[in-house]
Structures are given as structure tokens and as C-alpha cells.
Nanobody
Framework: DVQLVESGGGSVQAGGSLRLSCVAS???????MGWFRRLPGQEREGLAR????????YHANAAKDRFTISQDNARHTLDLQMSSLTPEDTAAYYC???????????????WGQGTQVTVS
């Protein structure tokens, strides 16, 4: 089974940056992966996705210009670099496997346990 383990969350002041990482294990084929988040009291939303088989990454409007998704195939990691954080970015952030490569909730086939980001 595929396992996803996120790290890098924490508390940061407004305007600061954080880098989230996700280590994926238990898979044999390239996967489509992404990052979602759950804002307090809201449904989960997709932020960014990338195809580990190649292709350009995609960032949703909530992530565009401030967040960057990247992958390291050698280390089997997926990162999300976040900058210019605001209190509105306070949320639980999740690494996911996608099939197909879309940011709809229906495309998520595997969730990580999540990592909390708090911006004050």
C-alpha cells in the first residue's frame, strides 16, 4: 500500500514562509500527486498538483504566485514551498495521490495524515 507522510508544518508569522514535504512509499509506478488543505470549518480544497510521470505542475488560484509544488524523484518526496503566508492560510495541509491528475476531491485516492500550519 502507498503511504504518505507529511512534515514541515508549524507556526509562522504573517509574511513568513514554510516548506512542507511529503515522503511517499510503497508504490512501484509513477503517480500523480498534489497538495490539499482544509481551512477551519471548510471543505478541503486542492492547491497544486504534479504528474510524477512528467508534465508541468499546476497551481490553483489559492496557491498561485505564493506556493510552489516540486518533486524529487530520487528521494521520493513531494514538496510545497509556501511564502507570503497570511492568517487565512491557517489550515491542515495534506499530501495526496490523484487519479486522474485533477484537483477535484473525487480524484484523491490516498491521503496523508496532514500537517498543521498556523499563521499569526
Amino acid at each position: 500500500d502507498v503511504q504518505l507522510v507529511e512534515s514541515g508544518g508549524g507556526s509562522v508569522q504573517a509574511g513568513g514562509s514554510l516548506r512542507l514535504s511529503c515522503v511517499a512509499s510503497g508504490y512501484t509506478l509513477p503517480m500523480n500527486m498534489g497538495w490539499f488543505r482544509r481551512l477551519p470549518g471548510q471543505e478541503r480544497e486542492g492547491l497544486a498538483r504534479i504528474s510524477l510521470g512528467g508534465g508541468r505542475p499546476y497551481h490553483a488560484n489559492a496557491a498561485k504566485d505564493r506556493f510552489t509544488i516540486s518533486q524529487d524523484n530520487a528521494r521520493h518526496t513531494l514538496d510545497l514551498q509556501m511564502s507570503s503566508l497570511t492568517p487565512e492560510d491557517t489550515a491542515a495541509y495534506y499530501c495526496v495521490v490523484l487519479n486522474p491528475c485533477s484537483l477535484s476531491l473525487a480524484s484523491v485516492t490516498q491521503w496523508g495524515q496532514g500537517t498543521q500550519v498556523t499563521v499569526s
